[in-house]
């Protein structure tokens, strides 16, 4: 068994030597093709009403007085219909970068329309994390040998591959655990200099309602203007870092290009090729894209894109370097530590890092602290269940010390910007203008969101549902085992709104290993109307019919100061936090005539109004719930990682 891993642990030290890396570098560069398609100085670009708005505002901008217009991206094949559009649109150039990048639909999609524009003459740049930089070592060749327009990079691989097998990953955490954790979150995708989307979506298909058993519920912003120039600057910064290598200089790329040749471009079948076409047929639709794009994109002011930069990763850099490799994270607190009446948070995993904490403490300790909502995922909805069992152990501390006021989101929202039919979920027996009567849903009644999530799969035994293919380790894809089957969903958004006039959307989860490990990017937007716009968004997601709230647990009627006691002493260990008895549960709303709307955590009225449900409502207590307890109890020296 020594032997076994001491052979591992050397094939993961194995490396290449130059020559070898420039003979495999020659030969994609040897077959990638010169051929471009279009003669036109506009790269036959696809002519586009929504790229016209962001040009006059471009055109209207001085330095003095920059414009821009901002569109929220909520609805999930909305945010995909974009994105084809817009590199459809492209004249000059694509800038893609992101942390996961998968092999399924829509990631096939975008990589086919990426394809098609460097063919017609537009510079294509792709920058993706090494931990989630597609699945097959033929796929990474097959883009670095495809086309003169097409780039290929990979940030901060480990152990010289681009892909790690499991086993890799236990070799990569012995030898090299800094580098292992230091990764690239940022989101961006760049046309032409001149338009921007950032957010929580990276490509994949749960992104994108297109997932067979779990589907995220994120938000990302299209953003056009003067700061896209700022995004450019940022993605240079990372583009250019010694950190991003091409594909086809690491080992095992080179490798197979040595020894292969240069494999074709990839293009692996469509799971639902239907669902594509109808997608790519709204692409070049005038009407449609105005009304889904440009009728509600909206000007605003006080545009700022902040981003962290790649010396982030730097071990021992030098203090003057500390602002630039920590924008994101110390522009987010300086936000934060500014409310005055309200800060609304939204964030997949509420794990707090020590300068956050301090912070809320610091802002609950003011003699009129501002009220502080955060909408989180619940044990049944969230994607990462370790994450989770931090966020549990800690609800005290949010409540009392923080005076947060949790929102929990459902597996089965009643209505959260969800698209099934034609474009979105493969939903069995659900149409688009009729509801199935195989399905619970009312006679001769269109079916709730709920509804239609909760349509019986039987999940287990489907070969395409999340338990059965492949989801990235980037990913999470831990969720936990419910009650139900189901089209369940997950938050994975990430915005906050400070005193209803300043917007965030962006890539950091307000985490410690945002702060810590990760680079992130956000755009803030200091506009009242653009701020109503996103606290409108996240408010929805706090409903009561998507969330549970969260609330003090009734004090036992034997001893209670007793037990507060003991479950205090047994969360500040760092280890054996093993008292069952936590501060908090999950609580539902049920609206009366005295309860119209939903109190506040803290308003007298809360236990009137809402009834207990349990720590985990929804969730089939198993093995994972066991999970849950054992990272309650021993793993909050995790926090920094997860």
């Not at 510079?123 to 930089?133: M, Y």
């Not at 680079?519 to 701020?531: G, L």
Request: hydrophobic share 40%; charged share 25%.
């Amino acid at each position: 068994m020594l032997a076994g891993a001491c052979a591992l642990l050397l094939a993961g030290c194995a490396t290449l030597s130059v020559e070898q890396r420039d003979e495999a570098a020659g030969i994609a560069r040897a077959a990638r093709s010169s051929q471009v398609d279009c003669t036109r100085a506009d790269a036959c670009a696809l002519a586009s009403p929504l790229r016209a708005l962001g040009r006059q505002a471009l055109a209207a901008s001085t330095p003095a007085a920059p414009r821009h217009v901002a569109l929220i991206l909520d609805d999930a094949p909305d945010a995909l219909l974009v994105r084809i559009h817009l590199i459809r649109s492209a004249q000059r150039s694509i800038d893609l970068q992101t942390y996961i990048f998968d092999e399924d639909d829509s990631a096939q999609l975008v990589l086919d329309e990426l394809q098609a524009a460097a063919f017609r003459g537009v510079k294509v740049r792709v920058l993706v994390d090494q931990l989630a930089a597609l699945r097959q070592v033929d796929t990474l060749a097959g883009l670095a040998s495809m086309h003169a327009n097409f780039e290929l990079r990979l940030y901060n691989p480990v152990l010289d591959r681009a892909r790690l097998a499991l086993p890799m990953y236990a070799v990569a955490a012995a030898c090299c655990w800094r580098q292992l954790n230091s990764r690239m979150h940022n989101k961006l995708l760049l046309v032409d200099g001149e338009v921007g989307i950032t957010g929580g979506r990276n490509y994949q298909d749960d992104y994108y309602d297109w997932g067979a058993g779990y589907n995220f519920r994120d938000r990302d912003l299209l953003v056009a203007g003067p700061v896209a120039g700022e995004m450019a600057t940022n993605f240079e910064a990372f583009w250019s870092s010694p950190r991003s290598v091409p594909a086809e200089q690491l080992g095992d790329v080179a490798r197979l290009l040595q020894k292969q040749g240069a494999p074709p471009p990839p293009h692996a079948p469509y799971r639902k090729p239907e669902r594509v076409r109808a997608l790519l047929a709204m692409v070049d639709d005038d009407a449609a894209i105005r009304a889904r794009f440009v009728d509600r994109a909206m000007p605003v002011q006080g545009v700022q894109f902040i981003a962290d930069l790649p010396v982030k990763h730097w071990q021992g850099r030098p203090a003057e370097a500390d602002a630039a490799a920590e924008a994101a994270s110390s522009g987010l607190r300086t936000l934060i530590a500014g409310a005055h009446d309200e800060v609304l948070l939204q964030t997949p995993y509420l794990v707090l890092s020590k300068p956050a904490q301090h912070l809320f403490r610091e802002l609950r300790r003011q003699d009129d602290p501002p009220r502080v909502r955060i909408s989180t995922n619940s044990l049944a909805s969230t994607d990462a269940f370790i994450a989770y069992a931090i966020s549990h152990k800690y609800k005290r501390r949010y409540l009392r010390d923080f005076g947060f006021e949790i929102h929990e989101f459902k597996p089965f929202p009643a209505d959260a910007p969800f698209e099934p039919g034609a474009l979105g979920a493969d939903l069995p027996g659900f149409t688009d203008t009729a509801a199935s009567p195989a399905l619970p849903a009312s006679a001769g009644a269109r079916p709730t969101l709920r509804e239609r999530l909760l349509a019986k799969r039987g999940l287990r035994k489907d070969p395409d549902s999340e338990a059965g293919r492949f989801r990235s380790i980037g990913s999470g894809g831990m969720p936990v085992r419910l009650k139900q089957a189901g089209m369940r969903m997950g938050l994975h958004a990430k915005s906050m709104v400070v005193d209803g006039r300043v917007g965030v959307v962006g890539t950091h989860n307000f985490d410690p290993r945002g702060d810590t490990y990760n680079t992130e990017s956000a755009v803030v937007i200091e506009d009242p109307a653009f701020a109503a716009r996103l606290a409108a968004s996240i408010q929805r997601d706090m409903a009561p019919g998507n969330a549970w709230t969260i609330g003090r647990r009734d004090s036992s009627p034997i001893l209670p100061g007793v037990e507060y006691t003991l479950a205090r002493i047994s969360e500040r260990l760092p280890i054996f936090d093993l008292w069952p008895i936590k501060y908090a549960t999950s609580y539902e709303f049920v609206p009366g005539p005295e309860c119209p709307t939903p109190p506040s955590p803290f308003d007298p009225r809360f236990r009137a109004c809402h009834t207990p449900v349990g720590n985990s409502p929804e969730v089939d207590i198993g093995l994972k719930w066991l999970g849950v307890r054992v990272f309650t109890a021993f793993g909050s020296g995790l926090s920094p990682i997860l």
